[in-house]
């Protein structure tokens, strides 16, 4: 079967089922060799064990490394974090083996523009094996679906359980990886605040399956919403889209989607282009963290724009309206939530010393101090009081750098003779990371953006909004976007939607 296939690496030089080798102190089955025989057999008997009602045999898991063989990095996510630093892991010095529930990067500053057409999907996703091709190409470097359960750090071995997408005929199995380094890239999830009803009613904005139902959700409701027999009341509902958050994902979102109004929907669903209606609900101000004219200018343009923007904090989420700390109902048809992201409940599992808001604690240097050989980067990850650093935004441009900072400190540390477990511990690492914030930008559609480069909000810098910051937005994200390939989408996109208009296809 291909899932045996891609989860074992075959040799040819054995001939026997009996060589498989097998770890006597660890207990699991090393499967980055393997013979010709059961590559031949295995398959026709884990395939009759499905047939009979058995789960087929699971081979346990990546054994750690031995002399002569390259130390092993394993990295859990697939971010900005951990994307960029196996981009700049050196492979001559270090197998990669990533283990993620996606197998692809999403460049999250444009996710929105896919939600209404501008963008399709495939530009905002670059594979794994692209960014780093050794872990399609070298034999002891791998990719696997899942997550991590488990870390036991004392033993260098992580806990994985594979992601089968709901499939009844392929049951999620377990398995063990040693490492010798290992990074905790794994991110965030998106902030509830414990509010009932936002996971059984809202969309979130963070993965590519996110935008591909709130499109699908936000096109079946224009097209119900024409169809003979349909009340005024639920029409207004189902034509009212909600967005909770103010800042850049909630108003990016909110620009796209009434650009997207005012150019495509006007002129093509003409019976219902008076009742179509987006509102903006902030418990703040929107944009706190950009320039005060700069949020004013934004305020003005959403408000031309079609945009209501309402001040207040939300107490519950029911199906079809959430209500308001004020106890006003909101109706919806459509609700995307982006207020922001908190540790995932696997970070708030490990037994690690946390910073002030439950993330990760590591020191200058990504390192998790009570942990050897374990560094963190990313959203997933926070300055322990002891460093006298404030914690880092979770933001895409912090997440990348530490990922790159952390690579090539891996890397130096490999050259160095570091690169095996339990061999780094007094060696000295060099100068710590420092983090120095290249400014913000946001669209807020009509061809209008807002650029602000200052360090700071109280810092000086240029800032500025209009058309020009627009380009200066698209062209700054263009050569951002990771392969030359989506490059190349992304600009054939603009150019399509320009000259044709967004596509209104439900598929």
């Given at each position: 079967m291909l899932w045996i296939k891609n989860l074992v690496r075959f040799s040819p030089t054995t001939s026997s089922v009996g060589n498989l080798f097998r770890n006597p102190e660890s207990g699991y089955t090393l499967t980055s060799r393997f013979c010709t025989a059961l590559q031949q057999s295995e398959p026709v008997q884990a395939a009759t064990e499905v047939v009979n009602g058995l789960e087929p045999h699971r081979y346990d898991g990546l054994a750690p490394t031995k002399q002569g063989e390259k130390p092993r990095v394993l990295v859990l996510g697939s971010g900005w974090a951990g994307c960029r630093l196996m981009k700049g892991i050196d492979t001559r010095i270090y197998d990669v083996v990533c283990v993620s529930p996606r197998n692809h990067m999403v460049f999250t500053p444009l996710l929105a523009s896919t939600c209404v057409g501008t963008l399709e999907f495939r530009s905002v996703a670059e594979p794994i094996s692209r960014i780093q091709p050794a872990i399609s190409r070298e034999p002891g470097s791998y990719y696997f679906m899942a997550n991590c359960s488990k870390l036991d750090s004392e033993n260098h071995e992580v806990h994985c359980e594979t992601v089968t997408d709901g499939l009844s005929t392929l049951k999620p199995w377990k398995f063990k990886i040693a490492y010798d380094k290992l990074v905790l890239a794994c991110g965030a999830e998106a902030s509830t605040f414990g509010i009932n009803g936002v996971l059984e009613n809202a969309i979130f904005l963070r993965e590519v399956h996110h935008a591909q139902e709130i499109r699908r959700k936000l096109l079946l409701n224009l097209m119900l919403s024409e169809v003979p027999g349909i009340s005024e009341d639920e029409k207004k509902r189902l034509l009212h889209c909600v967005v909770v958050g103010g800042g850049p994902t909630g108003v990016e979102f909110s620009g796209e989607l009434s650009d997207f109004i005012m150019k495509d929907v006007r002129q093509r669903y003409a019976h219902v282009k008076d009742d179509i209606r987006v509102t903006l609900?902030?418990?703040?101000?929107?944009?706190?963290?950009?320039?005060?004219?700069?949020?004013?200018?934004?305020?003005?343009?959403?408000?031309?724009?079609?945009?209501?923007?309402?001040?207040?904090?939300?107490?519950?989420?029911?199906?079809?309206?959430?209500?308001?700390?004020?106890?006003?109902?909101?109706?919806?048809?459509?609700?995307?939530?982006?207020?922001?992201?908190?540790?995932?409940?696997?970070?708030?599992?490990?037994?690690?010393?946390?910073?002030?808001?439950?993330?990760?604690?590591?020191?200058?240097?990504?390192?998790?101090?009570?942990?050897?050989?374990?560094?963190?980067?990313?959203?997933?990850?926070?300055?322990?009081?002891?460093?006298?650093?404030?914690?880092?935004?979770?933001?895409?441009?912090?997440?990348?750098?530490?990922?790159?900072?952390?690579?090539?400190?891996?890397?130096?540390?490999?050259?160095?003779?570091?690169?095996?477990?339990?061999?780094?511990?007094?060696?000295?690492?060099?100068?710590?990371?420092?983090?120095?914030?290249?400014?913000?930008?946001?669209?807020?559609?009509?061809?209008?953006?807002?650029?602000?480069?200052?360090?700071?909000?109280?810092?000086?810098?240029?800032?500025?909004?209009?058309?020009?910051?627009?380009?200066?937005?698209?062209?700054?994200?263009?050569?951002?976007?990771?392969?030359?390939?989506?490059?190349?989408?992304?600009?054939?996109?603009?150019?399509?939607?320009?000259?044709?208009?967004?596509?209104?296809?439900?598929?």
């Open positions: 609900i902030e418990a703040r101000d929107i944009l706190s963290s950009f320039d005060d004219r700069l949020r004013h200018y934004a305020i003005k343009q959403l408000n031309k724009s079609g945009v209501k923007l309402v001040r207040g904090i939300v107490k519950e989420v029911k199906p079809q309206k959430l209500i308001l700390d004020d106890g006003t109902e909101v109706p919806y048809g459509l609700l995307v939530w982006s207020t922001g992201v908190g540790p995932s409940s696997f970070v708030r599992s490990l037994d690690f010393p946390k910073d002030s808001g439950g993330r990760i604690g590591i020191d200058e240097w990504m390192r998790v101090p009570s942990a050897q050989d374990v560094f963190a980067i990313g959203d997933c990850s926070g300055y322990l009081e002891s460093t006298g650093k404030s914690t880092l935004p979770a933001l895409a441009q912090v997440a990348e750098r530490e990922g790159k900072y952390l690579a090539n400190l891996l890397n130096v540390m490999g050259k160095a003779g570091g690169g095996r477990a339990f061999t780094a511990k007094e060696m000295e690492l060099g100068a710590p990371f420092v983090y120095k914030h290249l400014g913000s930008m946001a669209t807020i559609g009509r061809y209008k953006a807002l650029v602000d480069l200052r360090e700071s909000k109280e810092g000086k810098g240029i800032s500025m909004a209009g058309f020009v910051s627009w380009f200066i937005w698209r062209s700054a994200y263009l050569t951002r976007v990771v392969s030359w390939r989506n490059r190349f989408y992304v600009a054939i996109n603009w150019l399509t939607t320009f000259v044709f208009g967004r596509d209104i296809s439900r598929i």
